[in-house]
């Protein structure tokens, strides 16, 4: 398998020698150089980025830098020194670790690795069992007075990763070395912060608190609608009207107005709970809120999740004014940027480094929903020719 892929290094300026050229091979990869850039620094050492393309076997990690040596990159007659890059284009040292969540819907469960791809570590907080004060069957509340409604508390998960890091911690999981934490969940659901949630809660988390206790107040309805939900046939039909029809929606969206997608449940909230809706600062997908969590900021909605909104324009990969309109006034202040689903959305918030021992340069990859996560995974291990 071929891949383009960026390869940080540094090797001694007396080695002299051009840029183009300066990899000769990846740890048995061979490469090729596209471009490249190159800075002189203090104490004689060359350092910069190159875009290479490398023909290997093995895992993704291996073709975007990981050697099976060390990461070492050579070039002739310089020293050979240690770099390791990530595929997302951040450098890691040997022994780090990478923990990914899958918050699904009836639990949340973590998997560690080493830069090997080595499982390390695994973690699950059910919710009907560890979290049964919520009085969820299945992760989930079914309103017994309106038909084909399903919701989940949004409390919950916010609990669910209090207990997710305290269980880690007492079985004495080095949160030190993690160097990347990313994720996916369950597809749908919405989450609707309060209006001054983000400046005066998630920016200000006390690391002596817990999640649960501080964010109390943080949703304009603690209720979150999620892909179970069927109550929303109307909502769908007036959004399908404005568009043009199913087959409208479809050519816009990518597929038609369904009960279980976000914009219809949004557009249910704005009709039957106005003053919810008004007090709504920012609505996230279930996996950008739980990445909001750890960056302790509003995370964008990345692509392929927000391919299941009916909001989104699937050939331009933006928010579709027309298909806003057709959902509810001034939506897009409230649904905030996209994200490329591979982004970096930032470092994670110094209150995991305080409470965890977390590496303060620990990097919160993009989360995406679990159907995308799920395709997307097998062909990292076992790229299509």
Known sequence: MQVMAQVGYQYPAAAGGRVPGVLEAVDGCSSSTASSSLQLHGGGMRSGAMSVKLRCCGSLFLECGRGRNGGRVRRRGAAVVPVIVGCSGFEFPPDALFLGFDSSTQSLKVTAIDSELRLVKTAKVNYDADLKHYGTKDGVHR???????????????????????????????????????????????????????????????????????????????????????????????????????????????????????????????????????????????????????????????????????????????????????????????????????????????????ERYNFSPNCQIVTWSGDNPCSLAGPFHSYPPS
């Not at 669910?160 to 080095?174: I, S, V």
């Not at 909502?235 to 009207?241: K, L, N, P, S, T």
């Not at 001034?330 to 209150?351: E, M, V």
């Open 143 to 353: 309103d017994p007075h309106v038909k084909g409604r399903y919701t989940a508390p949004a409390l919950m998960w916010v609990e669910a990763l209090d207990m997710m890091l305290t269980k880690l911690a007492e079985d004495g999981f080095p949160f030190h070395k993690v160097y990347a934490i990313s994720g996916s969940a369950q597809q749908h659901g919405s989450v609707f912060w309060a209006q001054g949630a983000r400046d005066s809660l998630l920016k200000n988390l006390d690391p002596s608190k817990s999640l649960l206790s501080q964010l109390q107040n943080a949703f304009a309805t603690k209720e979150s609608p999620m892909w179970m939900d069927s109550t929303t046939s109307a909502q769908c039909h007036a959004i399908e009207e404005a568009l043009g029809g199913a087959a409208g929606v479809t050519a816009l969206t990518g597929s038609r107005s369904l009960e279980r997608y976000t914009g219809p449940q949004i557009r249910r909230i704005y009709e039957t709970q106005e003053d919810v809706y008004h007090a709504t600062e920012r609505v996230s997908l279930i996996s950008s809120f739980m990445a909001s969590l750890l960056l302790g900021d509003y995370a964008a909605i990345d692509h392929s999740d927000a391919a299941g909104m009916t909001l989104m324009d699937l050939h331009h990969r933006n928010w579709s004014p027309d298909a806003l309109n057709a959902t509810a006034p001034g939506l897009l202040d409230k649904l905030g940027p996209l994200a490329l689903p591979h982004s970096i959305a930032g470092k994670l918030h110094p209150y995991y480094v």
